[in-house]
């Protein structure tokens, strides 16, 4: 069992896509505007009203739900509203998907949240809210660091099936680190440099990630979600976020309009523009995307959350444009907390490619 959690997001990453280069009283207040917004649902429009042509959007869900690749779940939202959705056969608009490291983008936003509020800077040494790190090789490990997974720290090696099957304090197994680099030099993607975010943002606060993301993030968007906790009740930042196609669409809209939600800025615009550049791999090659603040970009224009198995949350701003993609989602056990035989299992995406994905997705767009 423990082998496929092994695979969940653990290593240094290499995805390909289509291009090579609570409402809270204390968020600031954006500026009004007319545009659609989801209510307790989506609004539903055709593709042809939100100039996306039917024929490409057909040859897009034919290439996504070919049987090997194991989708769940394909949604296409335009101008804020839903154009076209498929599911599998034995799946519908409420049956859940998962996150795995799609979750990464949510940490991400949440130390924005962070920031809004004035508990931390991006520049800041993690060491001054994550104590354990105050003196020794990790003291100067900085919050942009870690997000740009540049932090010079290696996966802990200590667990066969790395962090996921860390039992139960994960955030513990996450510190056992030290420096095998300076900080800020390379790209190396390890799982652990986020679960130790999620706790920042945990102390900065006094509650647990997944309890700030409800209230600054999902209940403003109007999104219902469960983000799985280790034994010790804390957030897995890295992974692991469960909720609907349609509710992972509502954070994808979120990050096209700028942070913004209905006048309100739940995510300071200036981290998000920074948050969706390219930051790590300066000379990647061809194909490779970029890597920046917990947000994958795919060329000058797109970025998108992605997670094992083909999960994604595609966002294109100027077109104001978010696709979703799901695999089969199979959860093990009962409840949202990661021990013993509680885990998550999604299904391989046979051939499912991110650079075809992409450029099926672009060529849907008729304006």
Same mark, same amino acid.
């Given at each position: 069992?423990?082998?496929?959690?092994?695979?969940?997001?653990?290593?240094?990453?290499?995805?390909?896509?289509?291009?090579?280069?609570?409402?809270?009283?204390?968020?600031?207040?954006?500026?009004?505007?007319?545009?659609?917004?989801?209510?307790?649902?989506?609004?539903?429009?055709?593709?042809?009203?939100?100039?996306?042509?039917?024929?490409?959007?057909d040859?897009l869900?034919?290439y996504?739900?070919?049987?090997?690749?194991?989708?769940?779940?394909?949604?296409?939202?335009?101008?804020?509203?839903?154009?076209?959705?498929?599911y599998?056969?034995?799946?519908?608009v409420?049956t859940?998907? +998962?996150s795995?490291?799609?979750?990464?983008?949510?940490?991400?936003?949440?130390? $924005?949240v962070?920031?809004?509020?004035?508990?931390?800077?991006?520049?800041?040494?993690?060491?001054?809210?994550?104590?354990?790190?105050?003196?020794?090789p990790?003291?100067?490990?900085?919050?942009?660091?870690?997000?740009? &997974?540049?932090?010079?720290l290696?996966?802990?090696t200590?667990?066969a099936? =790395?962090?996921?099957?860390?039992?139960?304090?994960?955030?513990?197994?996450a510190?056992? #680190?030290?420096?095998? #680099?300076?900080?800020g030099?390379?790209?190396?993607?390890?799982?652990?440099?986020s679960?130790?975010?999620?706790?920042?943002?945990?102390?900065?606060?006094?509650?647990?990630a997944?309890?700030?993301?409800?209230?600054e993030?999902?209940?403003?968007?109007?999104?219902?979600?469960?983000?799985?906790?280790?034994?010790?009740?804390? +957030?897995?930042g890295?992974?692991c976020?469960?909720? +609907?196609?349609?509710?992972?669409a509502?954070? $994808?809209?979120?990050?096209?309009r700028?942070g913004?939600?209905?006048?309100?800025?739940?995510?300071?615009?200036?981290?998000?523009?920074?948050?969706?550049?390219?930051?790590?791999?300066?000379?990647?090659?061809? =194909?490779?995307?970029?890597?920046?603040?917990?947000?994958? &970009?795919? =060329?000058?224009?797109?970025?998108?959350?992605?997670?094992?198995?083909?999960?994604?949350v595609?966002?294109?701003?100027?077109?104001?444009?978010?696709?979703v #993609?799901?695999?089969?989602?199979?959860?093990?056990?009962?409840?949202?907390?990661?021990?013993?035989?509680?885990y998550?299992?999604?299904?391989?995406?046979?051939?499912?490619? =991110?650079?075809?994905?992409?450029?099926?997705?672009?060529?849907?767009?008729?304006?």
């Open positions: 069992m423990l082998l496929l959690l092994s695979l969940a997001c653990t290593g240094e990453a290499t995805v390909e896509l289509g291009h090579d280069t609570s409402s809270s009283d204390r968020a600031d207040t954006a500026p009004a505007d007319s545009l659609s917004w989801p209510g307790e649902d989506w609004a539903t429009g055709t593709p042809e009203e939100h100039g996306l042509d039917a024929a490409a959007l040859a869900q034919d996504v739900f070919r049987d090997a690749n194991h989708s769940q779940a394909l949604a296409v939202f335009k101008d804020g509203v839903l154009v076209y959705e498929h599998a056969d034995d799946a519908d409420e859940p998907v +998962t795995w490291s799609a979750a990464k983008s949510v940490t991400s936003a949440l130390i $924005g962070a920031i809004r509020e004035g508990h931390i800077e991006l520049d800041d040494p993690v060491s001054e809210v994550i104590t354990e790190w105050a003196e020794g990790n003291a100067a490990i900085t919050i942009r660091d870690m997000l740009e &997974m540049q932090s010079g290696p996966e802990n200590s667990n099936y =790395g962090v996921y099957g860390a039992e139960p304090d994960q955030l513990a197994y510190l056992e #680190r030290e420096l095998v #680099r300076e900080p030099t390379r790209y190396s993607y390890v799982n652990e440099d679960m130790v975010l999620s706790a920042v943002v945990s102390r900065v606060f006094g509650e647990q997944h309890e700030i993301a409800a209230q993030i999902f209940a403003p968007i109007g999104m219902s979600a469960d983000w799985w906790v280790d034994g010790e009740g804390q +957030t897995l890295y992974c976020l469960d909720t +609907t196609a349609r509710d992972f509502r954070f $994808g809209l979120l990050y096209a700028g913004a939600w209905e006048g309100r800025q739940i995510i300071p615009a200036d981290y998000l523009a920074e948050s969706t550049s390219g930051q790590s791999l300066p000379a990647p090659t061809s =194909g490779q995307l970029l890597y920046g603040l917990h947000w994958w &970009m795919d =060329g000058d224009d797109a970025f998108a959350a992605i997670g094992l198995n083909g999960q994604y595609w966002v294109w701003p100027d077109q104001d444009m978010v696709v #993609r799901f695999g089969v989602y199979n959860k093990i056990g009962q409840g949202t907390v990661r021990e013993g035989n509680n998550q299992s999604t299904r391989e995406p046979g051939a499912l490619d =991110g650079g075809e994905l992409s450029a099926l997705i672009r060529a849907t767009v008729t304006d």
